[in-house]
């Protein structure tokens, strides 16, 4: 059983441009949720995709989209980077629409630096 | 709305001694509560849940209750080892949404 895994590790990137961010989701698992975690803070939810639909959004703007592709892998886009924007983003993947008794398995992250 | 709160760090223990960390929350409705620990460089792993109250969870020597009535779920450890230090998360899940809502976290440093 392999895990979750995130890719690429560690990018930076200059203000303004557009950055996508993968993850390959826990095999068996449907449910995938991304995270944005600033430095020194706890990780806060961006949105969620279930079997290819975005299942429920935090307070993050529009610029901020995804994707999950048949295989339940994900990709989180960031258009028009701010220096905000700069933090550790953490995918999650889980069963069942991530129900309340369920927990998450969550990949290493990576590190968005923008200047 | 959902939030979580936890004692401010950082902790500093000496190798063996007791650890507890605070949490305690805020929700509509009755939400399973987690632990989760992030190592250094890592992403999060869970530590341990409760889902229901007066629930303990408990894993690798940590224990935590779930207290309804003070509306808290306190971590605890009798005796840390150097490999526990890390930043532990506290975090709640409700029925009413499919994310979690962590608190800020709270890091732990072990000394030999």
């Known amino acids: 059983e392999t895990g979750v895994t995130q890719s690429p590790t560690h990018l930076i990137k200059t203000r303004g441009q557009q950055v996508t961010l993968r993850c390959s989701s826990q095999s068996g698992h449907n449910t995938v949720s991304w995270y944005q975690q600033a430095l020194g803070q706890g990780p806060q939810f961006i949105f969620q995709y279930y079997r290819e639909e975005e299942n429920g959004r935090g307070n993050f703007p529009p610029r901020f989209s995804g994707l999950q592709f048949p295989n339940y892998s994900s990709e989180l886009n960031v258009n028009a980077l701010e220096l905000d924007d700069s933090a550790l983003y953490l995918c999650?993947?889980?069963?069942?629409?991530?129900?309340?008794?369920?927990?998450?398995?969550f990949g290493q992250g990576t590190r968005l630096t923008v200047v | 709305g959902n939030s979580v709160t936890q004692m401010e760090g950082p902790v500093t223990l000496s190798e063996e001694a007791f650890l507890t960390i605070n949490c305690t929350y805020t929700a509509t409705g009755y939400p399973s509560l987690f632990w989760y620990v992030q190592y250094p460089g890592e992403g999060l792993q869970l530590l341990l849940k409760a889902t229901k109250a007066d629930d303990k969870g408990s894993n690798k020597g940590f224990e935590a209750t779930y207290r309804k009535e003070t509306t808290s779920f306190h971590l605890e450890k009798g005796s840390v080892q150097v490999s526990d230090s890390a930043v532990y998360f506290c975090a709640l899940k409700n029925n009413y949404g499919q994310n979690f809502v962590f608190g800020p976290g709270t890091r732990l440093s072990v000394l030999p």
């Open positions: 999650a993947s889980s069963t069942d629409r991530g129900a309340m008794n369920t927990e998450a398995f």
